[in-house]
């Protein structure tokens, strides 16, 4: 049996030791392989041992096989463990470090780990106000063409583009993430698209309300836009477009909008 094969054994026997709960032999078994840079499974087996160290409680030996990992450049396993670290530092709430750690993913150039490593960004982006760098790292995720991951980061990036008052912008990214998502995200899109098209639509009959001529024209733009407020939770907007119509100088205006609001009663 060739060198190869016996780690290859070693490996499969520390991760079902990991995985029946014999954390010290499988980090002894993790440990040993890890030791030798050269060696053929030594980025794997420091990823293993990493995450075995930390279920043991033992955070700083667990850092420093990740770091052993990354340091490797193993285009799998130094991306796995730089993940590994990201993940740890992000539930201390160091963000800094978190950051650090995610752009070294992005460093590893691993495709696999391009999108994941982007929405942490964005995510950590977010959580700073930085909302140019969040909406930066969304685009990127969506750029790397992820089936999976494609969709949510536009789903994010469309959330964040709704926030700032950016709807037909939020809906480009909707419609140009439909045309490739499957399953349950094309569900969740659309929902989004609908909404963009809901704000889109308030704006529009906003404008016709400002800068309408005809009081049956305007009064329409009135009744339409009060009842899609509400639609938005924004019933107490609705409430006061209803009463600019029924309190409007032009006695015209004032009676088509209170006659479709009173269809109501």
């Known amino acids: 049996m060739t060198s190869p094969e016996l780690d290859t054994s070693s490996l499969d026997t520390a991760r079902r030791l990991a995985e029946t709960g014999d954390l010290d032999r ?11 840079p050269a060696g053929p499974d030594a980025a794997q087996a420091a990823v293993g041992l990493a995450v075995v160290l930390q279920e043991r409680g033992d955070l700083a030996g667990a850092r420093a096989a990740a770091r052993a990992a990354l340091a490797s450049g193993h285009p799998e396993y130094a991306a ?16 800094d470090q978190a950051r650090a750690a995610w752009q070294a993913v992005l460093g590893v150039g691993t ?19 930085e909302l140019l760098d969040a909406e930066r ?7 790397v063409g992820d089936p999976e991951l494609g969709p ?24 140009e993430a439909l045309a ?22 308030c704006g529009e009959f906003a404008g016709a309300v400002e800068e309408g001529e005809e009081p049956q024209t305007v009064a329409l733009s009135i009744e339409l836009l009060a009842r899609t407020l ?3 939770g924004r019933a107490d ?9 029924l309190d409007h100088p032009d006695d015209t205006l004032a009676t088509e909008v209170r006659l479709r609001l009173d269809r109501d009663a």
Not at 80 to 95: D, I, P, S
Not at 137 to 143: H, N, P, T
Not at 194 to 201: Q, S
Not at 237 to 245: F, M, Q, S
């Open 180 to 201: 490739g998502a499957k399953g349950a995200a094309v569900g969740r899109l659309r929902v989004l698209l609908g909404i963009a098209h809901l704000e889109l639509a």
């Open 26 to 36: 499988a980090a002894a078994i993790f440990m040993k392989l890890s030791a030798d």
């Open 237 to 245: 907007d609705a409430e006061r477009v209803w009463a600019y119509g």
């Open 111 to 129: 495709v696999t780990y391009l999108p994941l490593a982007h929405l942490a960004l964005a995510r950590l982006s977010t959580q700073q106000g």
């Open 230 to 232: 509400p639609l938005r």
């Open 80 to 95: 796995q463990a730089a993940c590994h670290l990201a993940r740890g530092f992000e539930r201390e709430g160091a963000t």
């Open 152 to 175: 949510r980061a536009a789903q994010e990036l469309a959330e964040l583009l709704l926030d700032q008052g950016e709807p037909g912008e939020a809906a480009e990214v909707l419609l």
């Open 137 to 143: 790292e969304l685009r990127a995720a969506i750029s």
